[in-house]
C-alpha cells in the first residue's frame, strides 16, 4: 500500500495567530489521525516559522498547547524552557523607528519597475521605516531546540523570508535556497517591516515573508504531496460585522488575504494535491480583537481554537479553489 505524502502549511499572524494555529493544529490531529510532525514538508511564514522550527524540532502540538495556554511544559525539548512572548517581541507596539526615512529605497525602485506584478504588502513594506524590536530571545529559543550546526531535525521544515532589496521570496531549507541557520530564518520571517529590524544573511536583508503572502501554500506545490493542511490565521471563510473603523478595516485586508490564498491552493490543486485549509471564525476573530501582538489574549484564543477548530476542519473537506 502506498503511502501519503502529506503537507502542513503555517502562515503567519502575529502572538496571537500562533496561538489560534496551536488549537487549529490540535483539532487536525485529533480529526485526521497523524502528527503535525509526519508531514513530508512544514512550511511556515512569519508565526507559523517558529511553530514549523519548533514541531519540527520534536515539540508536540500538546506541548506547544501547554505553553500557550500557561502550563509548564515537562517533557520534549521545551522543558523547563521559559518564553515569554511580551518579552521575546518587544511587547505589543512598535518601538519608535530608527530613522524617518524608507526602510528599503532599492525595494522602491524594484517595486516600481515592476508595478502591477508585485503584492501590493511588498510595496508598503518599502516604505516603512526600519524597525528597532529584535527578534533575538526568538533566534535563542530555535538554537536551544535544535541540535547544534543542524538546520532542523525534520529535514522538511521551510521558512518563508522575503529579500528586502528585490522583494522575491525565499524558502530557507529547500533545496536550492541560500544557506542560512534555522533560528536566523526564523528571525528574517518573523521580522514584520517597521516593526523588528530586518535580519541579515550572507550580506542579504530579509524581512518577513508575509510581505509577500501571509500563507505560501503554493511553494508546495511541486512537492509530490498527496495531501496539504493549511493553518492560515490571516485567512477568514466567515467573519463577524465589528463596528469599529479600525476592525471593519482588517477584515476587508483579511478578504484580500483570503482570496489570496484560494488562488494558491487552486496552483497546488492543479498539481494533483488535496488542499485543506483553515482559518479564524466570528468566534476566534473576536477573541483575537485588534492586536495580532496582544499576549495578554493569547490563552483565551487558544482555548477559543481549540473549540472551534474541529467544525472549521469539517467545513474544509469541501473546501473551494475559487468564490
Known amino acids: 500500500m502506498s503511502t ?15 496561538a489560534w494555529a496551536v488549537g487549529a493544529l490540535a483539532a487536525m490531529e485529533k ?81 516600481l519597475r515592476r508595478l502591477g ?12 521605516p526600519t524597525g528597532t524590536r529584535t527578534l533575538e530571545r526568538v533566534g535563542h529559543l530555535v538554537d536551544a531546540v535544535t541540535p547544534m550546526g543542524e538546520w532542523s531535525p525534520h529535514r522538511g521544515v521551510w521558512v518563508v523570508a522575503m529579500d528586502y532589496e528585490d522583494g522575491k521570496r525565499v524558502v530557507f531549507g529547500r533545496p536550492g535556497a541560500p544557506v542560512a541557520g534555522l533560528a536566523s530564518a ?38 509530490g504531496l498527496d495531501e496539504v493542511f493549511v493553518v492560515a490565521p490571516m485567512v ?31 496552483i497546488v490543486r492543479s498539481a494533483g494535491a488535496t488542499v485543506r485549509m483553515v482559518g479564524p471564525g466570528p468566534e476566534d476573530l473576536a477573541a483575537i480583537g485588534a492586536n495580532l501582538m496582544d499576549d495578554t489574549r493569547q490563552r483565551h484564543v487558544l482555548q477559543t481554537s481549540l473549540r472551534t477548530s474541529a467544525d472549521a476542519w469539517g467545513a474544509s473537506e469541501d473546501f473551494p479553489a475559487t468564490g
Open 31 to 111: 480529526r485526521y489521525g497523524f502528527a503535525a510532525a509526519d508531514a513530508e514538508v512544514v512550511v511556515g511564514t512569519s508565526a507559523g516559522s517558529l511553530l514549523a522550527a519548533l514541531i519540527g524540532a520534536g515539540v508536540t502540538v500538546d506541548q506547544l498547547a501547554a505553553h500557550y495556554d500557561g502550563r509548564p511544559v515537562t517533557e520534549g525539548p521545551l522543558a523547563g524552557y521559559e518564553f515569554d512572548s511580551a518579552r521575546a517581541t518587544g511587547g505589543s507596539r512598535p518601538g519608535l523607528p530608527r530613522l524617518a526615512g524608507p526602510g528599503s529605497p532599492r525595494l522602491i525602485g524594484s517595486s
Open 186 to 223: 526564523v528571525m528574517a520571517s518573523c521580522s514584520i517591516p517597521g516593526w523588528f529590524a530586518p535580519v541579515t544573511i550572507n550580506g542579504r536583508t530579509y524581512v518577513d515573508g508575509g510581505a509577500v503572502s501571509a500563507t505560501s501554500i503554493d511553494v508546495v506545490a511541486h512537492a
Open 4 to 18: 501519503v505524502r502529506r503537507g502542513l502549511v503555517l502562515g503567519g499572524g502575529g502572538v496571537l495567530g500562533g
Open 236 to 266: 477568514s471563510f466567515a467573519t463577524d460585522r465589528p463596528t469599529a473603523i479600525s476592525a471593519r478595516l482588517e477584515r476587508r485586508w483579511r478578504a484580500e488575504v483570503t482570496k489570496a490564498a484560494r488562488r494558491e491552493a487552486a
Open 117 to 128: 506584478h508585485v503584492p501590493t504588502t511588498t510595496v508598503l513594506s518599502a516604505f516603512m
